[in-house]
């Protein structure tokens, strides 16, 4: 039986969606600090305990799942208490914001290796994707171009313009980045990264907001990616897969394969679900279901998310030190 507790209640409902009520799973606790919040979820949940103080729930020993919701900057300190309490573990993106940080995780969950974690990467139960990752032929792969059109600018107003190392990579690229990452199959050798924030530097949120990575990868392969959280768009994310004889794409205006018939180009619009949200939860729903039933595979594995965070590391690396940087495994 998983009994669950969740801290933050932002896309932390959506994690409830996923969890109360799946296989048996309930979820006893909601962790809010907002007092205006607190007195809605309450209204709204009168059968969860809604709490403000998360030692409480790490104290709690019917909990053994704990679903991190909360701002980036908090993520690390819960996933450590998660681990000392013997609690498994869904982190929202990013787990954590630097190297040591990662490192200190790896560690701790070597000592305690029945604990499992997973961050909450959606994009890889997306229907398209799914799709898209079965009908790529990797070999034949010269470029990508993948595009995280965020679309929600005011969103960098909030917490995310008053915490420490906030990043646009941790908390935006790193969607498609792990997406390439997943549907290739690869890892990047190097990455070189470029950057503005002609949109927003007279705001309070003083970062970069506009991010290019260009990825390389074995065999000269190379991939473009964009963290585009200043532009003005739908959130959307787009992708092109250039091979030799085909290209994918998922654009604004659909979904297609364009392929050579002699000279001529044809086009087949692809009909999966994008942007497919209902499917979110599955990644949530995997996961609880690989802590009930041992031979369930995960959809991703620690060592994905370690891969995954050191990519994105280094590509803020190379926009400090403004050179091209070789990714270290
Ligand atoms: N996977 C995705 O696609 C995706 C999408 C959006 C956000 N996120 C991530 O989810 C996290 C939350 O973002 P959000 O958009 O839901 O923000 P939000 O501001 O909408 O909600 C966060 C909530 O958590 C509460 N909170 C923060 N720290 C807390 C703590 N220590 N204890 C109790 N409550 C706390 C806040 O009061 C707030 O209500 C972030 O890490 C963000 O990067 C991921």
């Not at 370690?306 to 690396?317: E, G, S």
């Amino acid at each position: 039986m998983i009994n669950a507790a969740i801290i933050g209640s932002g896309i932390g409902l959506k994690h409830f969606e996923a969890i109360h009520g799946y296989r048996n799973s309930k979820v006893r606790i909601i962790c809010e600090n907002n007092y205006k919040k607190i007195q809605e979820l309450k209204l709204r949940f009168r059968n969860i305990k809604i709490i403000s103080d998360e030692n409480e729930i790490f104290k709690n020993k019917e909990i053994n799942l704990v679903s991190i919701a909360s701002y980036d900057d908090n993520h690390f300190s819960q996933i450590k208490k998660c681990i000392k309490y013997k609690k498994h573990i869904i982190v929202e993106k990013p787990m954590c914001l630097s190297l040591e940080q990662l490192n200190q995780i790896k560690h701790l969950l070597k000592k305690n290796p029945k604990i499992k974690i997973i961050s909450n990467l959606v994009l890889r139960a997306n229907s398209l994707f799914v799709n898209l990752k079965k009908k790529v032929n990797i070999d034949e792969v010269f470029y990508i171009e993948a595009d995280y059109i965020w679309g929600r600018r005011q969103k960098l107003f909030q917490w995310r313009s008053k915490i420490k190392n906030y990043s646009v990579t941790l908390g935006a690229g790193i969607h498609m980045i792990d997406l390439i990452m997943w549907i290739l199959n690869k890892k990047p050798l190097y990455v070189t990264s470029y950057s503005n924030s002609i949109v927003t530097k007279k705001t309070n949120f003083k970062k970069q907001s506009f991010i290019v990575y260009i990825f390389e990868f074995s065999k000269n392969m190379i991939v473009k990616i964009t963290a585009n959280a200043a532009g003005v768009y739908k959130h959307f994310h787009e992708l092109k897969i250039f091979e030799k004889k085909k290209t994918l794409v998922n654009s604004y205006l659909g979904s297609y394969m364009f392929n050579k018939k002699g000279i001529e180009t044809q086009f087949k619009k692809l009909d999966y679900e994008y942007p497919d949200k209902t499917n979110r939860k599955k990644l949530i729903q995997n996961f609880i279901d690989t802590l009930i039933d041992k031979r369930s595979n995960s959809i991703i594995s620690f060592k994905d998310q370690y891969n995954l965070m050191k990519v994105c590391f280094a590509a803020d690396r190379s926009i400090v030190l403004k050179k091209k940087i070789k990714i270290r495994y």
